[in-house]
């Protein structure tokens, strides 16, 4: 029993960090061959985690073996547009100009009913209210409005909006994020002084962040009761 909970920690590990360096796609992202290199590894780790006879090298190896594999395939994408097609396929078409194009349905094996419930998933009620729908490489589905149909922008009003940039995390349960003080150009005693101002340490926070306009958000940390300030 201690053998397999062994096996299964390095196999998990293994996995861990084989699914790391293939990159960071969500599983409905993936292209078809990454999906089945994924459930490919899947198989391999579970014969030696359910069969303490199986030498755990039988998974690891050919496991090694598909990422390597993996990244030949992508290294190959990246250089060649004709490999890509063949490997990854080209986005189609669904909805051109506002006409359903039935013959990339077909060709995609699409129902209209599918159609309809993919275009629920972005907001979308009504089919005659899209110009465009593209089915993507990773199946997903892409949909550009009709130009009336669009939300209006502060471009299209010809408005300036303030520039929000990214926050930062600068604590984090009590512990403070050494890398982010750096990239704002900020030290921990510069973090000290603005913490104290609510009346607490660095240490005592639950959460501290700092936007683009250098307001600072703050609350305890604390298990009794919550408490947001902001400054």
């Given at each position: 029993m201690l053998l397999i909970f062994i096996r299964t920690l390095v196999l998990y590990g293994i996995i861990l960090i084989v699914m790391r360096l293939m990159g960071k796609r969500e599983i409905g992202q993936m292209q078809p061959f990454e999906f089945t290199i994924a459930i490919m590894i899947s198989d391999l780790a579970t014969m030696p985690m359910e069969d303490s006879g199986i030498p755990i090298s039988n998974?690891?190896?050919?496991?090694?073996?598909?990422?390597?594999?993996?990244?030949?395939?992508?290294?190959?994408?990246?250089?060649?547009?004709?490999?890509?097609?063949?490997?990854c396929?080209?986005?189609?078409?669904?909805?051109?100009?506002?006409?359903?194009?039935e013959a990339i349905l077909l060709k995609e094996r699409f129902t209209i009913n599918e159609l309809q419930e993919r275009l629920r998933g972005k907001?979308?009620?009504?089919?005659?209210?899209?110009?465009?729908a593209i089915l993507e490489t990773s199946g997903q589905v892409n949909v550009i409005l009709k130009p009336e149909k669009?939300?209006?922008?502060?471009?299209?009003?010809?408005?300036?909006?303030?520039?929000?940039?990214?926050?930062?995390?600068?604590?984090?349960?009590?512990?403070?994020?050494?890398?982010?003080?750096?990239?704002?150009?900020?030290?921990?005693?510069?973090?000290?002084?603005?913490?104290?101002?609510?009346?607490?340490?660095?240490?005592?926070?639950?959460?501290?962040?700092?936007?683009?306009?250098?307001?600072?958000?703050?609350?305890?940390?604390?298990?009794?009761?919550?408490?947001?300030?902001?400054?």
């Amino acid at each position: 029993m201690l053998l397999i909970f062994i096996r299964t920690l390095v196999l998990y590990g293994i996995i861990l960090i084989v699914m790391r360096l293939m990159g960071k796609r969500e599983i409905g992202q993936m292209q078809p061959f990454e999906f089945t290199i994924a459930i490919m590894i899947s198989d391999l780790a579970t014969m030696p985690m359910e069969d303490s006879g199986i030498p755990i090298s039988n998974g690891i190896i050919p496991i090694l073996g598909l990422l390597v594999a993996h990244l030949m395939i992508s290294y190959v994408n990246m250089k060649s547009i004709k490999s890509r097609e063949i490997l990854c396929g080209k986005p189609s078409i669904l909805i051109y100009r506002g006409k359903i194009d039935e013959a990339i349905l077909l060709k995609e094996r699409f129902t209209i009913n599918e159609l309809q419930e993919r275009l629920r998933g972005k907001d979308v009620t009504n089919i005659a209210d899209v110009e465009y729908a593209i089915l993507e490489t990773s199946g997903q589905v892409n949909v550009i409005l009709k130009p009336e149909k669009q939300n209006v922008t502060i471009e299209d009003m010809n408005l300036t909006k303030e520039y929000q940039g990214i926050s930062y995390d600068l604590v984090i349960d009590g512990v403070v994020m050494q890398d982010n003080l750096n990239k704002i150009n900020k030290n921990y005693k510069w973090l000290e002084k603005e913490v104290k101002k609510f009346g607490y340490k660095p240490e005592d926070a639950l959460i501290v962040t700092i936007d683009a306009n250098d307001n600072i958000f703050f609350q305890e940390k604390t298990f009794k009761k919550s408490k947001a300030m902001k400054g």
